[in-house]
């Protein structure tokens, strides 16, 4: 049998494709699945370079990011010629990315004028401070009634405004109408339908939403919001749905090809983990932690620290969804500052070996607040603390404890989640790199006290933004209607320790908590509940 006819009879079999570029934080990545099976047929990855140029700073170069794509898309498409699949089969493409990341680019020229601003980035702590201190009774959730978020350092506004006033090509180009502003989503958007030669400028609901400019209850930018910040709204791209035709790829292989689903990246694994429902939940496990909870057509504010967000909304007649969402800045990223900056781990393989090896972290606790506390606390005064340290302590009891703290800061937010429904998660679905670490999914239901479900298929992220872009109005090979969406197999653990231990490790890691607060004195002493 030739070539020509093994790609053809595997054409007949597979139906259309539909294609996915996941940017995260750490890495990005282009996955192609079967629309009919959402089975993952091929994909590949690439690491990213984070820079700290300063303490607290954390950068991205827009360039190093959009050569990541490519070299994701080319890789990819070779594998799959190599499996004698056919590209042509690949219908859409969805975008799915790190969240609040921010950039600012010249629309002539097509340069950026700095690099991304990494969302955990701390360098606005200052711009936050004089923002909150111009509120009535500087509070925090002053705008939260429009945005669903506190003023913090983590969403782009700030960002932005930091930008405008510390970088003069910002300035510069503000002021003479060339100026772009986009999260990752837009600037992927915009560079991969042209670029300075007809790009789209567009952003989807999702992404909208965790920028501090946009109203949740009107879908649009808001000119107070706008204003409050001092941002000029001809900046901002335009905000269309998580699901609908924004442009045409206009280079490489894959030019001609519609890309279609756009999604931040915890919108797009509530989408992939099929949460439809109100009510329903997931935890991604990734250089952060989130935990998205469905909450349907309404936004719900939440009283106990927790964001209110667009989860999707997919089609432009279609109504927005909403999520309440707990944010943890540092969960696979404390694996990485192990290895990068401790040199204790040689990969993050070798981190669930280590722990492994102790099984304990023997009264060893880990705080990882390098971005200070996000939910519940809100609280960026906090940093990081190793405590309980003893003699016999060693390299592996503080891997464990570095474990534990992504279960018992993924458990916060879950109390917090449980008090604000007032109906408790019975089992926790969760996605994401960390999740392939057994020892981290059983802890993470022993410390719940409730089974943990992960999906046999992990990358949830790029199943959310394919599914979006396959079941867009004009390509339509994706159905998302209940009853054709596919059975997900996946894995259970079930909390295997007394509850009364897990309590017990739970309050003396609350106590942990309280001790990384208000170290970095600069800030006005928050009272450290998150709530108003």
């Not at 004028?113 to 990494?118: K, S, T």
């Not at 360098?123 to 004089?130: A, D, G, H, I």
Request: proline share 4%.
């Amino acid at each position: 049998m030739n070539g020509t006819m093994a790609a053809s009879s595997h054409r007949v079999t597979l139906g259309p494709l539909v294609a996915a570029i996941d940017q995260g934080t750490s890495s990005t990545r282009f996955l192609v699945f079967n629309s009919k099976t959402a089975e993952l047929l091929s994909h590949h990855q690439v690491e990213l370079k984070q820079s700290f140029p300063k303490e607290g700073w954390v950068e991205e170069d827009p360039k190093e990011i959009l050569q990541s794509v490519y070299e994701c898309m080319e890789r990819t498409c070779e594998k799959l010629t190599q499996l004698n699949i056919d590209i042509s089969n690949i219908k859409a493409i969805g975008v799915t990315n790190q969240r609040e990341t921010t950039l600012v680019w010249d629309k002539e020229t097509g340069e950026p004028l700095y690099n991304a601003i990494v969302w955990l980035d701390l360098r606005t702590q200052s711009t936050v401070e004089r923002l909150i201190n111009k509120t009535p009774g500087r509070n925090k959730n002053h705008l939260k009634h429009k945005t669903g978020l506190p003023i913090s350092t983590y969403f782009s506004a700030v960002k932005l405004r930091w930008l405008m006033d510390n970088v003069d090509e910002v300035h510069q180009a503000v002021v003479s109408h060339r100026a772009m502003f986009g999260t990752v989503d837009s600037w992927l958007i915009w560079c991969l339908t042209g670029g300075k030669s007809g790009g789209v400028h567009c952003t989807d609901v999702t992404n909208a939403s965790r920028t501090m400019l946009f109203n949740i209850h009107t879908l649009d930018w808001d000119p107070e919001l706008c204003k409050y910040f001092g941002i000029p709204m001809e900046i901002l791209p335009r905000v269309r749905s998580s699901s609908e035709i924004y442009g045409l790829m206009k280079s490489g292989a894959l030019s001609g090809i519609p890309i279609s689903g756009c999604l931040g990246d915890q919108s797009a694994a509530l989408v992939g983990q099929m949460c439809f429902q109100d009510g329903q939940a997931k935890n991604t496990y990734g250089t952060g932690c989130f935990l998205l909870r469905n909450t349907g057509a309404k936004p719900v504010m939440s009283d106990h620290g927790l964001l209110t967000t667009v989860a999707y909304q997919l089609g432009r007649d279609k109504p927005a969804c909403y999520a309440l969402e707990g944010s943890v800045a540092i969960a696979g990223a404390v694996v990485r500052w192990l290895r990068d900056n401790l040199g204790i781990i040689g990969s993050s393989e070798e981190l669930e070996k280590l722990a492994a090896s102790v099984g304990t972290s023997y009264g060893c606790y880990f705080v990882p607040a390098f971005s200070g506390l996000y939910a519940p606390y809100w609280e960026p005064s906090a940093r990081g603390i190793i405590c309980g340290l003893t003699q016999f302590t060693n390299k592996s009891h503080v891997a464990f404890a570095a474990l534990e703290a992504v279960c018992f800061q993924t458990r916060e937010i879950l109390d917090a989640m449980n008090q604000d429904s007032g109906i408790p998660l019975t089992q926790l679905q969760v996605d994401g790199g960390m999740t392939s670490n057994k020892l981290l999914m059983q802890l993470q239901a022993d410390i719940l006290c409730i089974p943990v479900v992960k999906p046999s298929m992990p990358e949830t992220t790029a199943l959310g933004a394919a599914m979006a872009a396959g079941a867009a109005e004009g390509v339509s090979v994706w159905s998302l209607s209940p009853e054709d969406l596919s059975a997900v197999t996946s894995e259970k653990f079930e909390p295997q320790i007394n509850p009364d231990e897990s309590e017990f490790r739970y309050a003396r890691w609350k106590r942990a908590v309280q001790k990384s607060m208000n170290w970095e004195t600069t800030e006005p002493v928050g009272n450290g509940n998150g709530q108003d």
